[in-house]
Each structure stands twice: as structure tokens, then as C-alpha cells.
Nanobody
Framework: QVQLVESGGGLVQAGASLRLSCAASGRTYSMYAMGWFRQAPGKEREFTAAITWSAGYTSYAGSVKGRFTISRDNAKNTVYLQMSSLKPEDTAVYYC???????????????????WGQGTQVTVSS
């Protein structure tokens, strides 16, 4: 089992920056990758960014590439999402997710992840 707890959400104005954190606990030694997804009201959960736990390879959705940066601190078992130049369309609940070792991982598919956090709200006003 892995437990994920997100933090750092809030209300900001367009153009501002925000950093989300996701602290993992439990069987973290078996984690292969972690991802951030977001879900706006009335929309499906969508991939935002992902990072492999060991090598640190990153991937991003086109809508956030160049504005968001995913990183991890293995010693703290924490993954971050640094968000810059925020836009109103970035408003959503942001979830972190963990993929454990074994099996096929498709970074953009929510079903590829084994554990999820409870989510943190990010609201960007215009």
C-alpha cells in the first residue's frame, strides 16, 4: 500500500505561480513513477505531468508544457508540480498518483496508476 497526500493548492490570479506537493508513504520503494492529473468540473480527469521515480524522466501534457515542471525528492518521497503563468483554464482539482513496479505503464492513462491522493483544489481567477 502507498498513501499519497497532496498539498499546496489555493486561489491565485492569472499569471501567478503555485507549487503543489505530494508526499508518499508506505511501500514507496516499489514505486516506478508518479503522475499529476487534474479534473475540472464536468470534465474527465486529464493527464498533466509524470516522472519516473528512479531515473527522473519527465513527460507533460501539451497544455502545460513550458509552464509546469514536475520534480521529485526521493529522500523525502515527495513529488512536486511547479506551476507558472497560471491561466483560468488551469482551474481544477489536482491529483497525484503512483504507479508501482510491474505491469505496463502508460503515463497519460489514469488506469495505469495504482494509488491516488485525495486531490487539492487550484483556482485561477482572471
Amino acid at each position: 500500500q502507498v498513501q499519497l497526500v497532496e498539498s499546496g493548492g489555493g486561489l491565485v490570479q492569472a499569471g501567478a505561480s503555485l507549487r503543489l506537493s505530494c508526499a508518499a508513504s508506505g511501500r514507496t520503494y516499489s514505486m516506478y513513477a508518479m503522475g499529476w492529473f487534474r479534473q475540472a468540473p464536468g470534465k474527465e480527469r486529464e493527464f498533466t505531468a509524470a516522472i519516473t521515480w528512479s531515473a527522473g524522466y519527465t513527460s507533460y501534457a501539451g497544455s502545460v508544457k513550458g509552464r509546469f515542471t514536475i520534480s521529485r525528492d526521493n529522500a523525502k518521497n515527495t513529488v512536486y508540480l511547479q506551476m507558472s503563468s497560471l491561466k483560468p483554464e488551469d482551474t481544477a482539482v489536482y491529483y497525484c498518483a503512483a504507479k508501482m513496479s510491474g505491469g505496463v505503464w502508460v503515463n497519460v492513462q489514469p488506469t495505469s496508476y495504482d494509488y491516488w491522493g485525495q486531490g487539492t483544489q487550484v483556482t485561477v481567477s482572471s
